[in-house]
């Protein structure tokens, strides 16, 4: 049997699993305020109006000089949006809207300690703070138009005054994840090259104040290492005036930034007029090769696409309270914390902390006491507070008007109780489908005018055309129900422009597989891959089920199986490692490392501590393994590729399917059985394994 005979098999078998689910609808108030409650929308964004219905987002914004070309094709798949058009996003977020809302708060900082007072910044506020702190970056730092700054900082305010400040002179800015560790930062800096860090000297997590300074110096560490040199690290306080971390300061390159300030109050920096296709961040994602890829973003194309998505999808107006509950460290806090809102002029809250501290009512406390009617978070927040407390939503008087749920699939029964008993059957749910590439929204149903339904995204967003192919390239029949790989048929002005100084990785990872002419001028060759597969039912709606390549998604995280295994293998004892998604009723997946010794080392717990203390180190502590698995060989094809579907069907107790073609099939039976046995010692059986859980397990590591 052929893989794409296999493929049709499981898939088929998938779609009979699945139970369809009744569409919701919002109810009438909700529909009465919305942004977006003309129907006609769906006619204007009619593919044979593309690409110009994006002038639609665009015109949201302020433009010092308008484009002439919506799109230019002329270098695929490199499109070039608004192009001629110059616009700075720091003005649109900020000084654009001082004169209608200048004692409006932009943001409510609440920080994780629950007697400490929150901070309200203003769009007056905000205004002085990004001019103050870019007066900083350019006199003090030197650094202008196109350079590139790494941020490695947790959820305060001055992330976005620092990522506003960039935006302000024109330079590219890099949050890393401030959960990730120093090595991770320091890779993320060599790559982007930048020469200056800013980070902070300590935040609280889970009632703990956090040293994060010391993360600095081991990120400084590593970019030596790749050979980058930091010349500045800008550390911001978190008490200002007032040290919170015991890692000493460097002289001569570690500066506070509270002290530094005191130079630049009350200056002001001209914003830089920017060409639309200027980039304007790079936010790093895993993929198939240890080595993570910074997604460039552009400045015109992807605050226009953010600014429209925000305002109709999150149906964000100036005078609701949203809280758009992720780190600002990854793609949704980029896109749905700082550029989307401010462009809209909004008020958002910002949370420091944990959702479950001190207890699983605190997010319900705060959207009481501060009135939040926009709710935004993920399936693995969803699902942790509806274990932890599923009746405290009720015991709090909040009303939201409108939620939302990114970055995996949201189970159907997680699904029901974030409508029933988090929205209390009156706000409206947008399942929003998206990636780091993508930049905003791409599978989502528009709130007012397209019924929910549990478990899938929707249609393709606005102006957006998903289809589903197979593995030959054939679009697999819409609304048959049938798997595959989920593309992206047009370009749309949010996608990123490139993998920083990689081009060819661009292409390769995102076009190579369905592009059947590279020399074709026409965008309709060039259909994007998302890595997802998903479904489409008879209704047009989108089914994601997960990730068809090597990367693993714990809550919400994408991590590369590759920068696992880098990891593990960087203990001396270990000489070969695999990482496989776990099903983890919690975080959506966990990973599972798989190691084998090299010759003359002896399996034992310290190896495994080692393995966990490794990736903790080089990644972070969200990518610590479920369990490290030390066998002595590992199921491989003839070609002596580790196959990863194999053993990740072992760590979730499904059927391993045909090994006949492996080189060694008798390691099959000889790692299940030690493996199963020890987890069902552990009390560690996944129950209930979701039918999204098996289909991304079923085809797990790709093509091997
Ligand atoms: C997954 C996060 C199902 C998907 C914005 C995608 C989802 C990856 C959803 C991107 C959703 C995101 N339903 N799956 N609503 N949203 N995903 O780059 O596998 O951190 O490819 O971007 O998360 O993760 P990323």
């Known amino acids: 049997m052929s893989r794409g005979e296999q493929d049709q098999i499981s898939e088929s078998q998938i779609a009979s699993h699945w139970r369809e689910e009744e569409f ?28 110009e219905y994006f002038r639609e987002y665009a015109d949201l914004l302020t433009w010092d000089q308008y484009w002439h070309t919506t799109l230019d094709t ?34 409510i900082w609440v920080a994780e300690p629950e007697d400490e007072q929150d901070r309200v910044i203003t769009y007056q506020d905000l205004y002085v703070r990004v001019n103050e702190f870019a007066a900083l970056l350019r006199d003090f730092c030197g650094v202008k138009a196109g350079d590139r700054v790494t941020l490695h900082m947790p959820m305060v305010p001055e992330l976005p005054v620092a990522m506003l400040a960039c935006a302000r002179l024109g330079v590219v800015h890099s949050q890393v994840f401030g959960g990730f560790s120093g090595a991770a930062c320091g890779d993320r800096i060599v790559d982007s090259g930048s020469r200056v860090l800013i980070t902070m000297d300590a935040y ?18 590593q970019a030596e290492k790749g050979g980058a040199s930091v010349d500045k690290v800008l550390v911001w306080r978190r008490y200002p005036g007032r040290d919170s971390s015991p890692t000493p300061m460097i002289d001569g390159r570690d500066f506070y930034v509270d002290d530094l300030l005191k130079d630049y109050r009350g200056q002001r920096v001209e914003p830089v007029s920017m060409p639309a296709e200027a980039p304007l961040f790079l936010m790093y994602t895993s ?19 953010v600014a429209g998505t925000a305002r109709y999808y999150q149906d964000i107006h100036p005078e609701d309270v949203y809280w758009c509950f992720a780190d600002i460290g990854w793609i949704t806090g980029h896109s749905y914390i700082v550029y989307g809102p401010l462009a809209n002029a909004a008020t958002g809250v910002l949370y420091e902390g944990v959702p479950t501290y001190p207890d699983p009512g605190r997010p319900w406390r705060i959207a009481e006491r501060l009135d939040v009617n926009i709710f935004h978070t993920a399936p693995t927040t969803i699902r942790m507070l509806r274990k932890a407390g599923p009746d405290e939503p009720q015991k709090h008087n909040y009303r939201f008007k409108h939620m939302t749920t990114v970055g995996e699939p949201i189970e159907p029964e997680v699904w029901r109780w974030y409508y029933e008993v988090v929205g209390k059957r009156d706000a409206a749910i947008v399942d929003t489908w998206w990636q780091t590439e993508t930049g905003g929204f791409i599978g989502t149903t528009l709130p007012a005018l397209q019924p929910m339904k549990p478990g899938s995204c929707g249609p393709g967003a606005l102006g957006i055309f998903p289809i589903i192919l197979d593995e030959d390239g054939n679009e697999v029949e819409p609304g048959s129900g049938r798997a595959g790989n989920i593309c992206i048929s047009n370009p749309w002005p949010g996608f990123m422009q490139t993998v920083w100084g990689d081009p060819d990785r661009f292409v390769a990872t995102y076009f190579e597989k369905y592009c059947k002419d ?43 199986t590759k920068e696992l295994e ?77 196959m990863r579907r194999v053993i990740a069907s072992i760590s979730n107790f499904m059927d391993v399917g045909d090994t006949t073609t492996l080189a060694n099939p008798e390691v099959v039976d000889e790692v299940r059985i030690a493996v199963q046995s020890a987890k069902v010692k552990a009390g560690d059986v996944p129950k209930d394994l979701p039918e999204s859980a098996r289909a991304e397990i079923r085809q797990f590591g790709g093509d091997v």
């Open 24 to 51: 919701i609808s919002p109810g009438a108030g909700f529909i009465a305020q919305a942004n977006m409650a003309d129907a006609k929308v769906l006619e204007r964004f009619a593919i044979e109006n593309y690409p």
């Open 74 to 107: 002329s270098n695929p798949p490199f499109w070039k949006w608004f192009a001629g058009g110059k616009l700075n996003a720091s003005y649109n977020c900020v000084d654009r809207h001082v004169a209608a809302h200048k004692n409006k708060a932009a943001f």
């Open 204 to 221: 609280y997590r889970n009632g703990d104040l956090l040293d994060h300074k010391v993360k600095a110096d081991e990120a400084v560490a």
């Open 287 to 305: 993929g198939t090769t240890a080595r993570p890829k910074g997604c460039q973003h552009s400045t015109g194309g992807y605050l226009a696409y």
């Open 518 to 560: 590279p020399n074709s001028k026409d965008w309709r060759d060039w259909p994007y891959v998302t890595g997802d597969g998903a479904m489409q039912a008879a209704d047009g709606y989108f089914r994601i089920v997960g990730r068809v390549d090597d990367v693993i998604n714990v809550a919400g995280h994408r991590l590369g």
């Open 566 to 642: 880098s990891a593990a293998l960087t203990v001396e004892a270990v000489g070969e490692a695999a990482a496989v998604p776990a099903y983890d009723e919690l975080r959506g997946r966990v990973p599972e490392m798989y190691v084998s010794l090299k010759p003359g080392y002896e399996a034992s717990s310290e190896v495994e501590d080692q393995v966990k203390s490794a990736i903790r180190q080089m990644i972070g502590p969200i990518a610590r393994p479920a369990h490290v698995w030390v066998t002595t060989d590992l199921p491989k094809t003839r070609s002596g590729k580790i």
